[in-house]
């Protein structure tokens, strides 16, 4: 991160501080860079809960010379964030978004009654801030008065593991995270205590419903609000909030309406514009976009209803073709990821055969896994094969690697 930032002639704000800060610092300097070094146990005793505006104001009094001094440079008039992502798909690549871009796409959230959800709330975030999602929803939540709780990093569980014990979580009323996040969470429900929590923020556009019945077991009277976007759409492309009563057998697939920042268009197989309902490619355009010429084709599929709202069928490239039909592995992979004695899974295609990949519980054998595959499954969507795996390969992010 810092050699990206060094390479776009960014200044550079590191935190916590690191043991090489001192050598850092004296590569920035002949570049005419600043590299400011702090730590994040200056704003609270726990280290992990803090507001954004307390750190600005950290910031841009070390770049001035230190808390002495009564004058203060800014430390972020013309500069940008740079994501590392890993990708599903291809190649990894190199995202910078400018921090105007971010502050347009959020004051017109906050124009739209987009984040009315987060006013106030002491929300905790599952992401970590160098992931696009993450530092999305940490600014977003910042914007609208929010206390942040990021995870603590010791569970072996991940973040969720972090729900489960630790300093002030009892008073935590919102969670945000990605579906991969929210299926553990689901499973894991009868360990977590959230007397408070009312809100729940799923990146990702859109959430498998057997994940969210479990999940509202546990808060039957929470909001959910579902997101799109990608890391080059800072900070979301569409937005949609669901209010309790939540219904059995609610469908939980529309993202909701496009933020008035970015224009969202589909493309048909000809790059016509789609008609509602009609499936194709999700194009995002405006200047907020981080792309060339300020128009993303993003390789995803999906559809907008009458209403105006998107629908997000899968990726381009991850379908399995299988006797003629278009099989979507997200949906697979989310059917069977709900299934007893499935821990985890990954669906591929093979010589026009489905194979299901899967950590499996202790115990199951793949008689009984294949059965209870197809009480759930249709009969086409049924794996040709079972193979068993100690983990499935995921990016930092928790989504599926298909290469």
């Given at each position: 991160?810092?050699w990206?930032?060094?390479?776009?002639?960014?200044d550079?704000?590191?935190i916590?501080?690191?043991?090489?800060?001192?050598?850092?610092?004296?590569?920035?300097?002949?570049?005419?860079?600043?590299?400011?070094?702090?730590?994040?146990?200056?704003?609270?005793?726990?280290?992990?809960?803090?507001?954004l505006?307390?750190?600005l104001?950290?910031?841009?009094?070390e770049?001035?010379?230190?808390?002495?001094?009564?004058?203060?440079?800014p430390?972020?008039?013309?500069?940008?964030?740079?994501?590392?992502?890993?990708?599903?798909?291809?190649?990894?690549?190199?995202?910078?978004?400018?921090?105007w871009?971010?502050?347009?796409?959020?004051?017109?959230?906050?124009?739209?009654?987009?984040?009315?959800?987060?006013?106030?709330?002491?929300?905790f975030?599952?992401?970590?801030?160098?992931?696009s999602?993450?530092?999305?929803?940490f600014l977003?939540?910042?914007?609208?008065?929010a206390?942040?709780?990021?995870?603590?990093?010791?569970?072996?569980?991940?973040?969720?593991?972090?729900?489960?014990?630790?300093?002030?979580?009892?008073?935590?009323?919102?969670?945000?995270?990605?579906?991969f996040?929210?299926?553990?969470?689901?499973?894991?429900r009868?360990?977590?205590?959230?007397?408070?929590?009312?809100?729940?923020?799923?990146?990702?556009?859109?959430?498998?419903?057997?994940?969210?019945?479990?999940?509202?077991?546990?808060?039957?009277?929470?909001?959910?609000?579902?997101r799109?976007?990608l890391?080059e759409?800072?900070?979301?492309?569409?937005h949609?909030?669901?209010?309790?009563?939540?219904?059995?057998?609610?469908?939980?697939?529309?993202?909701?309406?496009?933020?008035?920042?970015?224009?969202?268009?589909?493309?048909?197989?000809?790059?016509?514009v789609?008609?509602?309902?009609?499936?194709?490619?999700?194009?995002?355009?405006?200047?907020?976009?981080?792309?060339?010429?300020?128009?993303?084709?993003?390789?995803?599929?999906?559809?907008?209803?009458?209403?105006?709202?998107?629908f997000v069928?899968?990726?381009?490239?991850?379908?399995?073709?299988?006797?003629?039909?278009?099989?979507?592995?997200?949906f697979?992979?989310?059917?069977?990821?709900?299934?007893?004695?499935?821990?985890?899974?990954?669906?591929?295609?093979?010589?026009?055969?489905l194979?299901?990949?899967?950590?499996?519980a202790?115990?199951?054998?793949?008689?009984?896994?294949?059965?209870?595959l197809?009480?759930?499954?249709?009969?086409?969507?049924?794996?040709?094969?079972?193979?068993?795996?100690?983990?499935i390969?995921?990016?930092?992010?928790?989504?599926?690697?298909?290469?």
């Open positions: 991160m810092f990206s930032s060094v390479l776009a002639g960014l550079v704000l590191l916590p501080a690191q043991k090489r800060s001192g050598q850092l610092s004296a590569i920035a300097a002949p570049l005419g860079l600043r590299a400011v070094f702090s730590d994040v146990a200056d704003l609270a005793p726990a280290g992990s809960v803090f507001r505006d307390d750190l104001e950290m910031a841009e009094r770049a001035a010379g230190g808390a002495g001094t009564d004058t203060c440079t430390l972020f008039d013309d500069a940008a964030f740079v994501f590392q992502t890993s990708g599903t798909e291809g190649e990894p690549k190199t995202v910078r978004c400018e921090y871009q971010f502050a347009k796409v959020i004051d017109a959230m906050l124009a739209a009654g987009a984040l009315e959800h987060a006013r106030g709330r002491q929300a975030i599952s992401q970590p801030l160098v992931h999602y993450g530092l999305s929803v977003e939540y910042c914007a609208a008065g206390t942040i709780v990021l995870p603590a990093g010791r569970s072996a569980l991940g973040p969720v593991g972090d729900l489960m014990t630790g300093e002030g979580i009892a008073e935590i009323d919102a969670v945000e995270g990605v579906p996040f929210w299926s553990q969470f689901a499973k894991l009868s360990k977590i205590h959230l007397p408070r929590l009312r809100h729940l923020g799923v990146g990702g556009g859109r959430l498998d419903p057997g994940v969210m019945q479990g999940v509202l077991e546990l808060v039957p009277n929470a909001t959910v609000s579902v799109y976007g890391t759409t800072p900070s979301v492309a569409t949609k909030l669901y209010t309790p009563p939540h219904e059995q057998g609610r469908e939980w697939r529309s993202s909701g309406r496009v933020i008035p920042a970015y224009d969202v268009v589909i493309r048909a197989e000809d790059s016509a789609a008609a509602p309902g009609e499936e194709g490619e999700i194009v995002v355009s405006g200047d907020c976009v981080s792309a060339p010429d300020g128009v993303l084709r993003t390789g995803d599929l999906g559809y907008f209803d009458a209403r105006g709202e998107l069928t899968g990726r381009r490239s991850a379908f399995i073709k299988r006797r003629g039909y278009r099989l979507s592995p997200e697979i992979e989310a059917v069977a990821g709900t299934c007893d004695g499935i821990l985890d899974c990954r669906a591929r295609g093979c010589d026009d055969r194979i299901l990949e899967v950590v499996a202790p115990g199951r054998s793949d008689r009984e896994l294949l059965a209870a197809r009480e759930q499954l249709p009969d086409t969507m049924v794996p040709d094969m079972l193979e068993r795996v100690e983990q390969p995921r990016t930092y992010s928790g989504k599926i690697k298909r290469s």
